[in-house]
């Protein structure tokens, strides 16, 4: 019986036509020890009655310090600075988190898929600062997409699901749920890409609140994201979508509305400056 099990699977596996063949494509991050991208980010928030949106932009860095016999990575970010602009946020407020951001380093392994698993920050932290750089780390995997297990053709679909930060310092959760579409792959080796349909439906964990106050939120996303493959590391992202919560503070029905928008684009690499000109050698006679 088992002898015939294993004939019955091995003419199954020679009559199956394979994954190339059905049109199908393994994605994978391809790492590379050494690699760096960096990246300028821009997220705008509409608050609720009318107040100018709050923006917060910056760029950040990304290396791959060394890639792992299965394929993950030992990765480091570093953010290289960090804005935040809006009527509401005083300058105070502004140069500081301008300056206690700038420098900030985080370490994190990341596999071929994308899941990100050991993760710590480096170097020390000010005591005030520790709680927003706990929600960063715990939040890296929203920077990147995860991958599928198995080999998708163009137009398939999967999930993920995450707990995202909506305000520092353990505020507020959310759970997001997020479908990826695959839309396009293009280019081969080094140069392979994926372009990626990303819709997201959130919801507050049940129980949640804020100081205290119960408070029920939903929302909704959409964009798309290109993953460099080739390269090891996420390329140009836009997310727009609304959250709504709900909360009741001394028997007060609140309702807020937001909207917001996310933007993530690579930096070209910066250009070698040209090195001095080679001198002319003197030409030799040539020897008798």
Request: aromatic share 4%.
């Amino acid at each position: 019986m088992k002898t015939l099990s294993c004939a019955a699977a091995l003419a199954l596996a020679l009559g199956a036509p394979d994954a190339a063949a059905q049109g199908l494509t393994r994605l994978r991050y391809q790492y590379a020890a050494g690699q760096r991208a960096r990246y300028v980010t821009r997220t705008t928030q509409t608050l609720p009655g009318g107040a100018a949106p709050v923006v917060v932009t910056g760029s950040h860095e990304v290396e791959t310090l060394r890639v792992r016999p299965d394929g993950a990575a030992d990765q480091r970010l570093r953010i290289v600075r960090l804005d935040i602009a809006g009527e509401g946020v005083p300058e105070a407020m502004r140069s500081r988190a301008a300056s206690a951001f700038a420098g900030v380093t985080l370490e994190f392994t990341q596999d071929a898929r994308g899941a990100i698993t050991a993760r710590r920050t480096v170097g020390s932290v000010p005591a005030e600062l520790r709680p927003v750089l706990d929600d960063m780390v715990a939040s890296l995997d929203q920077m990147g997409a995860i991958l599928p297990a198995a080999p998708v053709a163009v137009g398939a679909a999967w999930h993920d699901a995450r707990t995202f930060h909506v305000l520092p310092g353990g505020g507020l959760d959310m759970n997001v749920d997020v479908t990826y579409t695959l839309r396009q792959v293009r280019g081969a080796g080094p140069a392979q890409t994926a372009l990626l349909g990303v819709s997201m439906t959130l919801s507050t964990p049940p129980g949640a609140n804020v100081r205290g106050v119960r408070v029920n939120g939903s929302g909704s996303a959409t964009g798309e994201a290109s993953v460099e493959l080739g390269r090891g590391c996420m390329g140009r992202g836009h997310t727009a979508g609304s959250l709504r919560v709900q909360m009741n503070v001394g028997g007060r029905a609140i309702d807020l509305e937001s909207a917001f928008t996310h933007d993530m684009t690579p930096e070209a690499p910066t250009a070698r400056a040209p090195g001095p000109a080679a001198r002319p050698q003197p030409r030799r006679a040539p020897a008798p």
